[in-house]
């Protein structure tokens, strides 16, 4: 099992940027595929990017496309989300997880999960 903590949440304005960090313990991120999701409040939780295991696949929600940018650096054991171009419906508590698998796009096979951090967007 990985241990999970985000960090880089906050309120941010519509138009503005974030990078959201996600710092893996216990074992070495690298042996895992990463994805961001997020839940905004009375909304099912979705998922937002994820990435290979290797870094070289990625994938993204429709609605993040062109503006998030998914990365890893296995050597610090950290996975990023760079978020640009923010809108309100961007608001939800963001999480990592980690799967198994070489390249995980389902929710489902997300087992390691973090807390979650915030993110807040104004109008």
């Known amino acids: 099992q990985v241990q999970l903590v985000e960090s880089g949440g906050g309120l941010v304005q519509a138009g503005g940027s974030l990078r959201l960090s996600c710092a893996a313990s216990?074992?070495?991120?690298?042996?895992?595929?990463m994805g961001w999701f997020r839940q905004a409040p009375g909304k099912e939780r979705e998922l937002v990017s994820t990435i290979s295991r290797s870094g070289m696949l990625t994938d993204y929600a429709d609605s993040v496309k062109g503006r998030f940018t998914i990365s890893r650096d296995n050597a610090k054991n950290t996975v990023y989300l760079q978020m640009n171009s923010l809108k309100p419906e961007d608001t939800a508590l963001y999480y990592c997880?980690?799967?198994?698998?070489?390249?995980?796009?389902?929710?489902?096979?997300?087992?390691?999960w973090g807390q979650g951090t915030q993110v807040t967007v104004s109008s």
């Open positions: 997880a980690a799967a198994g698998s070489g390249w995980a796009r389902s929710m489902v096979e997300y087992t390691d």
């Open positions: 216990g074992r070495t991120v690298s042996r895992y595929s």
